[in-house]
């Protein structure tokens, strides 16, 4: 049998050998998998575990919140309040930072995190998932403020998701590449099942929800119309569908074959820029897809380079197999 390569053993190896983790990192990011861990436990049970149904309360982004949003919220928070590695945390669920409570040496990181991506297929038993993001903290001042949470994508030094499918995987990048671990429900731990992850730079497959078509900006009509003409179009290719209303689900299925993901602005809502969060969603994922060989943009810029001004600042997000995203950036600057 081909050797297991465990979570643990893949980070000891890129702190030790590849030297690319410092060990606080590799300890902060064991900890963020034992809860994603725990979330996938919790999800799992399901209507046995009385997990399902609303919560009946509102986050800070006026969306209502589902059991499971607080309970994967909770479940990071108490995984990593005591862990040492952190200085604080900021999560889509909560209004505000949460501060690690006081010790010496203060932790390095800072952690952000959707704990629950994909809130309207809970219920329905639909893949779910968990993203997150490290930053540093800057250095200089003690404590934490929002202000030091505001940093482009391009300086995370660790990001990821952990899907809730049929199986449950863990997806990493710590700047080297991407890799997925599966979890092994009997061993209790994610086993390493594929490194140096790859998005083909091509595809004919994209995810955008096409309920919204009529609110949609020119680029991006014109992109889908020349997809949905297929042959006879001026792409000369049939494109087939996928929306799984889940990013990080969506987001999986262009690791794992290709395909670009589209959730931009539109004339819904035109004075907010897109529906997805730039922190807690599109710079992990952005990150992600890039350390495959992927681009992700807003449209108009490069993610990773975006100075956030908000916490909760929201961003169109246009993911995936490069030349696509490309081509759908150049139609934004009229080419
Ligand atoms: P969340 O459940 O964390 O609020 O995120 C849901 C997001 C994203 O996962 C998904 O791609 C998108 O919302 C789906 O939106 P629509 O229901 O508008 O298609
Ligand atoms: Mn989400
Ligand atoms: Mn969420």
Redesign the pocket.
């Known amino acids: 049998m081909a050797q297991r390569i465990s979570l643990t053993r893949y980070l000891v190896e890129q702190q030790r050998v590849d030297g690319l983790i410092p060990s606080q990192l590799r300890l902060l990011l064991e900890v963020v998998a034992r809860a994603c861990k725990g979330i996938s436990q919790a999800v799992n049970k399901g209507a046995l575990g009385g997990v399902l149904g609303t919560a009946g309360s509102e986050n800070v982004q006026g969306?209502v919140q589902k059991k499971l949003d607080i309970i994967a919220n909770e479940v990071l928070i108490e995984a990593n309040e005591w862990g040492g590695h952190l200085a604080a945390m900021a999560s889509?669920e909560m209004d505000g930072i949460y501060l690690v409570p006081n010790r010496y040496p203060q932790g390095e990181y800072l952690l952000l995190f959707?704990p629950?991506?994909?809130?309207?297929n809970i219920d329905v038993n639909v893949s779910i998932g968990t993203i997150f993001s490290v930053l540093k903290k800057p250095e200089g001042h003690p404590g934490v403020t929002e202000d030091d949470f505001l940093q482009p994508g391009s300086k995370q030094v660790a990001a990821g998701y952990c899907v809730y499918g049929p199986q449950t995987t863990l997806v990493l990048t710590v700047g080297d590449g991407v890799a997925m671990f599966t979890l092994d429900r009997e061993q209790g731990s994610f086993v390493l099942i594929e490194e140096n992850v790859r998005i083909p730079e091509d595809t004919k497959e994209f995810a955008i929800?096409m309920s919204?078509m009529r609110h949609w900006d020119a680029p991006v009509k014109r992109y889908i119309d020349e997809c949905l003409a297929g042959t006879e179009g001026p792409r000369g290719k049939d494109f087939n569908m996928r929306?799984i209303?889940?990013?990080?689900a969506?987001v999986h299925r262009i690791m794992t074959r290709g395909g670009i993901f589209m959730?931009p602005w539109d004339k819904r809502e035109p004075n907010k820029p897109g529906?997805?969060r730039l922190m807690y969603?599109a710079n992990p994922m952005g990150w992600l897809v890039e350390q495959a060989g992927g681009a992700a943009t807003n449209g108009r810029q490069r993610i990773l380079d975006i100075q956030p001004t908000q916490l909760h600042e929201r961003v169109s997000v246009i993911l995936g197999s490069k030349n696509e995203v490309e081509r759908v950036t150049g139609y934004h600057s009229g080419i």
């Open positions: 969306e889509e959707d629950l991506d994909g809130s309207s929800n919204n929306w209303a889940s990013m990080v969506d959730y529906k997805l969603e």
